[in-house]
Nanobody
C-alpha cells in the first residue's frame, strides 16, 4: 500500500494550494480519507476527512477555507486550501481509515509554508 502526497509549497497569506494524495495497493473507495498536519513542537492535528460516500468533516480552524474531496475512479484524495494563513504552515499528511479505531495508512507528508 502506498499513499503519495503532493502539492505543498510556499504561498503568501491569502493564497491557495491544492494538495493531492494518490493511493495504490488497496480498494481506495472502501476507506475514509483524511488530512492531518503537524508543526514542530505540536501534536498532529486533524484537518479534514471525507467518507467513502463523499460526506465531509472539518476542524473548526479550517472550516470555510479548506475543502476535502475524493475521486474514487482515480484513487485520489484532495485538499483545496484557500485563504491560507501563516498558522496553516505545517507538514500535511494524508491518511486512510478502514478500522474505526485507527488510521491504517499514512502518506509521507508535504510541506506547506504560508508567509505573512
Amino acid at each position: 500500500v502506498q499513499l503519495q502526497a503532493s502539492g505543498g509549497g510556499l504561498v503568501q497569506a491569502g493564497g491557495s494550494l491544492r494538495l493531492s494524495c494518490a493511493a495504490s495497493g488497496l480498494t481506495f473507495s472502501s476507506y475514509i480519507g483524511g488530512w492531518f498536519r503537524r508543526t514542530p513542537g505540536k501534536e498532529r492535528e486533524f484537518v479534514a476527512r471525507v467518507m467513502s460516500g463523499g460526506s465531509t468533516d472539518y476542524a473548526d480552524s479550517v472550516k470555510g477555507r479548506f475543502t476535502i474531496s475524493r475521486d474514487n475512479a482515480r484513487n485520489t484524495m484532495y485538499l483545496q486550501m484557500n485563504s491560507l494563513k501563516p498558522e496553516d504552515t505545517a507538514v500535511y499528511y494524508c491518511a486512510l481509515q478502514g478500522d474505526p479505531r485507527r488510521w491504517d495508512y499514512w502518506g509521507q507528508g508535504t510541506q506547506v509554508t504560508v508567509s505573512s
